[in-house]
């Protein structure tokens, strides 16, 4: 019983976030497809080692051909690291519209919120991420509360 309540409520998450990243009145059926990923760890390192201009670029140049919320959640994630706050967003529009229920890019879109003083949508996209997550344990949930938290807006 518990397992078909969390099933009902994912399910509803995605339609829910489906909706909000869409334009127009066709939901869901309106996510283009994802192309193949190339491996990303070179990039993925350059990005742990903060090495933040160097991703971007490399980023940049990948999503002229890949279309996958994977690279668009990174290009976003870097650019915010940069302080280049209206870029970062347009990105986690793209990773969101590619794929709805892409945990890392709600919280890390959460974070942007937070940065942008903009507590009311990083609270929104933590409501996703809890009906997304299977309790008890979700890291990207976890990071964002913690970062809301930190901005002194924890939920209550």
């Avoid at 497809?33 to 350059?46: E, G, H, K, S, V």
């Avoid at 140049?61 to 915010?80: C, E, I, M, T």
């Avoid at 809890?130 to 008890?136: G, V, Y």
Wanted: aromatic share 8%; hydrophobic share 50%; with cysteine.
């Amino acid at each position: 019983m518990i397992a078909a309540a969390f099933v009902r409520r994912r399910i509803a998450a995605l339609a829910l976030l489906a909706g909000l990243v869409s334009s127009g009145s066709a939901g869901a059926a309106d996510i283009p497809p994802a192309t193949d990923l190339p491996d990303l760890a070179p990039i993925r390192a350059q990005v742990y080692a903060g090495e933040f201009d160097d991703a971007t670029a490399a980023l940049l140049a990948l999503s002229a051909s890949v279309r996958h919320a994977d690279v668009y959640n990174l290009l976003g994630f870097s650019l915010r690291r940069l302080g280049r706050y209206e870029e970062s967003g347009r990105w986690y529009r793209e990773a969101l519209h590619f794929d709805p229920g892409h945990r890392p890019a709600l919280a890390y879109q959460g974070e942007l919120f937070i940065a942008l003083g903009d507590i009311e949508s990083a609270q929104k996209n933590l409501r996703y991420l809890e009906l997304l997550c299977a309790p008890p344990a979700c890291l990207e949930r976890d990071e964002l509360l913690a970062a809301l938290a930190q901005a002194g807006h924890a939920p209550e």
